[in-house]
Every structure is written in C-alpha cells, then in structure tokens.
C-alpha cells in the first residue's frame, strides 16, 4: 500500500511539472526559431509564447513571433497564452510583450530585419529613438502592423 502512494505522488508530480505554464528561458545558440528555424543567437532580441496547455515556441525576434501568430491567430488564445519579447537593456531577460514598448528604428538591427528593440518602459523607449522616422508601438500596434 505504502509503494501504490509513493507511486500516485510520483505521477501526480510528473502532472504537475509537464502541465507547466512557465516560461522557459532561450537557449542562445541551441533554440531554434519556431518561424524563420535559424537558430537563436542575439541575445538582445527574441520571443517566446507559452500556450495556455503549457506549450513553448521560441522566435528569434519580436517580429518573427509576430508573423508567426498572423500566419494562424486562431491557434492562439489572447487571453490566455503567454507572449514575452526579451528586453533589450537587459539581454536574455523576458517580459511580457502586452506590457513591452517596441521601438522601431533603424538603429537597431534585430535578426529578421524588422528593426524592432523592447523595452519595459515608455521612458527608455523615447531615450532610445535615434531616427526621425521611428515609431514607438504597444503589443497591439505591432500585431496590426504591416511590414
């Protein structure tokens, strides 16, 4: 009887862990992106969403995991998945993209072209604009943007 209880913690455990809705953090220079499949190298760039079942998909920028998400937005439960961008100013950290600014500018060159940098505040986002014609957006901005 003792073995049968040990043994129902041991699954329960096992539920518990694959049933995770946690982020996983980029592996830089292993993780391949989910859309483009190069692999993931710059550390201050790269997205993330983490499905309301515990799936992980890993991009290699803002704008691939955003292409991504319009190739199929049904597949993707706004309310409930998890969409995190990495902050540029703190390289390999991920925030959440719902609360990210994205500073679109030339003078950064993110993995895909889409000159996108995040940041975690309005703030830093203005202190970085550096051409006349870039844009500060919010999550909902970029998502309805065309490139």
């Known amino acids: 009887m003792k073995s049968l209880k040990i043994?129902?913690?041991?699954?329960v455990s096992i539920l518990l862990v694959a049933c995770s809705r946690e982020p996983e953090p980029i592996a830089f220079g292993e993780d391949a992106c989910e859309h483009c499949k190069m692999t993931i190298m710059d550390q201050k760039y790269g997205a993330e969403i983490v499905t309301s079942k515990g799936k992980i998909f890993k991009f290699d920028a803002a704008e691939c995991m955003v292409d991504y998400i319009k190739q199929a937005p049904d597949n993707f439960k706004f309310e409930?998945?998890?969409f995190l961008t990495v902050n540029i100013a703190a390289p390999g950290t991920l925030?959440?993209?719902d609360k990210a600014f994205f500073l679109k500018d030339k003078a950064f060159q993110s993995p895909m072209g889409g000159?996108?940098?995040s940041f975690t505040s309005m703030q830093l986002a203005q202190n970085n604009l550096q051409n006349a014609d870039g844009k500060i957006l919010n999550w909902n901005e970029l998502l309805k943007l065309k490139r």
């Open 95 to 97: 925030i959440a993209a």
């Open 115 to 117: 000159n996108l940098a």
């Open 7 to 11: 043994e129902f913690l041991l699954f």
């Open 80 to 82: 409930k998945d998890m």
